[in-house]
């Protein structure tokens, strides 16, 4: 079993940054793949930024590249999602998710673990 929580969402301007943290229970959190989704209300969860078990290898939706970074520290069971450049069309609940199987999968049915999720909002 993992566990993941979230936090570091929040109220940003427009062109500003925000850092999203996951940290994961469980001594195994280096074999699982990683990624982070999005859901806005009335709207199916969007594959934002996926990470493989090391680190070595990322993937993002084309909406966010050259905006977001996702990394991970193995040691400390966390992983990131820094967010520059904010948009108003970033707005949404953010999760961050697991995956035993697949790495940086865009569908959310590749994930076993789900965290409970973190608000982003961003003003015009």
């Known amino acids: 079993q993992v566990q993941l929580v979230e936090s570091g969402g929040g109220l940003v301007q427009a062109g500003g940054s925000l850092r999203l943290s996951c940290t994961a229970s469980?001594?195994?959190?280096?074999?699982?793949?990683l990624g982070w989704f999005r859901q806005c209300p009335g709207k199916e969860r969007e594959f934002v930024a996926g990470?493989?078990?090391?680190?070595?290898?990322?993937r993002y939706a084309d909406s966010v590249k050259g905006r977001f970074t996702i990394s991970r520290d193995n040691a400390e069971n966390t992983v990131f999602l820094q967010m520059n450049s904010l948009r108003p069309e970033d707005t949404a609940v953010y999760y961050c998710a697991a995956s035993a199987t697949y790495s940086s999968s865009l569908l959310p049915a590749s994930y076993n673990y789900w965290g409970q999720g973190t608000q982003v909002t961003v003003s015009s």
């Open positions: 469980g001594r195994t959190f280096s074999s699982y793949a």
């Open positions: 990470i493989n078990w090391s680190g070595s290898s990322t």
